[in-house]
């Protein structure tokens, strides 16, 4: 079996069977079933993603309940859209360990970028104390890079070129103020010590610097 097929076609194959006794039930039984489908597609078969979730399309009226789980954003948000007149929930930290949300189709096709985006704005709204300070800078730099895509690659830029260096880039061809630059530049070596040094800073000051980096980013920059 190892020899003849591949990974993904293994866990295809798997789940074909345990849907096939699934049909074979009595419909008694079926009325009675809750299926847990932990996992039924990762992102190593996604190609497989729509023609899975149409077969537990087509068997869920039929049985009592279904629940899928999956760590694959990807599925779950075609999930979400196939079963709209579900309910979908993510799990999520919390003080204590970990707790259940409502999530929607737009969370699960988040980018990491959104994700941060909304971990900072919580941060700033004391909706959380849990320290953002580790993540101020990268998203800084990538609200950087995607916005003056064009005119870093058109000066020369890469995705390995310093930070540093395009900040001055963008500033000596006069598509950021230096004023701007020197803001953005600021922020830059603020939150670029070391990691032991950034977790020492107090967490209220993380917040101003927080709430001045998107006052920068969406006001300034």
């Known amino acids: 079996m190892n020899c003849l097929f591949s990974e993904s076609d293994r866990r295809a194959l798997a789940l074909c069977i345990y849907l096939a006794k699934i049909k074979k039930l009595s419909i008694e039984d079926k009325t009675k079933a809750i299926l847990v489908m932990d996992d039924p597609v ?9 023609s899975i979730l149409n077969k537990l399309y087509e068997i869920s009226p039929s049985i009592k309940q279904l629940f899928i789980t999956t760590h694959y954003r990807g599925m ?6 196939k079963f709209a007149n579900t309910s979908a929930l993510r799990i999520v ?7 259940f949300a409502a999530t929607t189709e737009a969370e699960m096709t988040a980018t990491e970028h959104d994700d941060a985006y909304n971990e900072i704005t919580a941060f700033i709204n004391n909706e959380t104390q849990d320290n953002k300070i580790l993540i101020l800078r990268p998203f800084l730099e990538t609200e950087l890079r995607h916005r003056y895509k064009d005119q870093l690659r058109a000066n020369g830029a890469t995705l390995r070129t310093d930070f540093s260096v395009c900040i001055d880039i963008l500033k000596d061809n006069g598509i950021i103020s230096e004023a701007v630059a020197n803001e953005i530049h600021s922020f830059r070596t603020t ?3 070391p990691m032991h040094e950034l977790m020492e800073m107090n967490i209220e000051d993380v917040r101003n610097n927080a709430t001045n980096m998107m006052d920068l980013i969406y006001n300034r920059m």
């Open 42 to 50: 990762t992102s190593f078969d996604n190609e497989r993603i729509s």
């Open 76 to 81: 779950a948000a075609i999930a979400i859209k």
């Open 93 to 99: 930290k919390v003080v204590n360990g970990s707790d």
């Open 191 to 193: 939150l670029n010590p």
